[in-house]
């Protein structure tokens, strides 16, 4: 059998590995801190098992436990639950998961702990063809939210309790591939939920039937008289998918804001290559822009309402570059 220790933030400490005869190791622990071992067959034959542990030297304090990132892209193979992504929600309530299904039979797996009660607003972005659901469940798996594409159903929320592990399960459906973002956020923070149930930028909540929701780019939009153009949903939230085949290919969108306050841009990149947002005014001024190359990939501008303005993007290289950019508002003195 082999034997997994992890620490109560899901870092793995010590692993046993029998097929290369090491059955035996030392890891560090923690004074009051909680630990999680686990045993578990190799192959298919059953069997029983004894672990002995042994306190050893009070070891030198050593470098923090590795902290768990909050925007996390998927590392291969995290197929299964014991192989599943490790993720920490950040500080403002929210993470977010970035992956590909590369084939009808992928699973990505990812894991966190609840670090306090409550509920999380969760919601999926798929782009380059690919329908995906999520599903998540306890560590007892017992299931506690998944969404329905084929229904509309791409976003929801599901409840947590403090202390406990879940794990989040992201796969394909109808046999398509692509890329996806994951945005999860406790409710009240301010973040997650971007799509709407069952957007794929023919929502039309927005003024006069525009557009909300997710925007899926519809070409040709490679100039600003051919900006897709849509609105910001009731939360004030948008989010821009689409893919600029390589720096020649242009994608314009648009937006004119009902009031006067700050919009902020997060560029994701779900196939790693980055692409460039830049912001300009109906005049042709520009009000800013990212710069991948520097790792800068979000920001926010100014603006008052009644003023359009003008989204674009763009790959920074001669690959094509997918992207999501979530784009929230807030009015002054918020």
Known sequence: GKVEVEAANGVKVFETEP????????????EGSVYFLR??????????????????????PTDPAPVLPSDVTEVESNDSKAAANAFVIA???????NGHIDSADDRDFFAFRADK??????????????????EVETEASVKVFETDANDGITSGSFPVTEGQRYFVRVRGKNDSIGSYIVNLAYAGSGGGG???????????????????????????????????????????????SGVSINDNDKDFFAVTPTASGTLRFDVASP????AQLQV????????????????????QVQVTAGEKIYVRLRAKDDAAAEYAVDVAFAELGQ
């Open 19 to 30: 097929n290369d005869g090491v059955n035996a190791g030392r890891f560090s622990v923690t």
């Open 39 to 60: 045993v578990r067959a190799q192959g298919k034959t059953a069997g029983t098992y004894q672990v002995s542990l042994q306190s050893g030297d009070v070891l030198p």
């Open 91 to 97: 500080a403002d309530g929210t993470a977010r998961l």
């Open 117 to 134: 009660t409550g509920n999380i607003d969760a919601d999926i972005i798929a782009v380059g063809g690919l329908t995906a659901d999520i």
């Open 194 to 240: 971007t799509s709407s149930s069952g957007t794929n930028g023919d929502s039309t909540g927005g003024p006069s039937g525009l557009p909300t929701g997710m925007i899926v780019e519809v070409e040709n939009n490679n100039t600003e008289s051919l900006a897709n153009v849509f609105a910001l949903d009731g939360n004030g939230r948008a989010v821009l």
């Open 271 to 274: 196939n790693g290559e980055h």
């Open 280 to 299: 300009t005014n109906r005049l042709g001024a520009k009000l800013f822009e990212t710069d991948p190359n520097d790792g800068r990939n979000s920001g």
